[in-house]
């Protein structure tokens, strides 16, 4: 076994003996992460609101297909920020994380 795998197991092993996390919705860290959510979506929207218009209007394959590029990596990048909350919970065996 290399020392990742090492690593690995003994988080593992030790995440069995970690109380159930319980992060408030009040938190500061809840609030940053809610005005991080807020400014990512609404910029995620206008972006892809941008890049639909700009492949709607445009003949050229090129500009075309870097539409298709930025509207799939906001796609991704929205679900990033708004799965982030559950993953974090079923990572850690919270009971909640931020009001999720």
Same mark, same amino acid.
């Given at each position: 076994?290399?020392?990742?795998?090492?690593?690995?197991?003994?988080?593992? #092993?030790?995440?069995?003996? #970690?109380?159930?996390?319980?992060?408030?919705?009040?938190?500061?860290?809840?609030?940053?992460?809610?005005?991080?959510?807020?400014?990512?979506?609404?910029?995620?929207?206008?972006?892809a609101a941008?890049?639909?218009?700009?492949?709607?209007?445009?003949?050229?394959?090129?500009?075309?297909?870097?539409?298709?590029?930025?509207?799939?990596?906001?796609?991704?990048?929205l679900i990033?920020?708004?799965?982030?909350?559950?993953?974090?919970?079923?990572?850690?065996?919270?009971?909640?994380?931020?009001?999720?």
């Open positions: 076994m290399n020392k990742t795998q090492v690593l690995a197991l003994l988080v593992l #092993a030790f995440t069995g003996f #970690a109380q159930a996390l319980d992060i408030p919705a009040d938190q500061p860290v809840c609030r940053l992460y809610g005005l991080l959510q807020l400014f990512a979506t609404v910029g995620g929207v206008l972006v941008y890049s639909g218009f700009q492949l709607a209007t445009t003949h050229d394959p090129t500009e075309r297909g870097n539409s298709k590029v930025l509207i799939s990596g906001v796609v991704i990048g990033i920020v708004w799965i982030a909350p559950m993953l974090v919970k079923s990572l850690v065996g919270a009971t909640s994380v931020c009001g999720w």
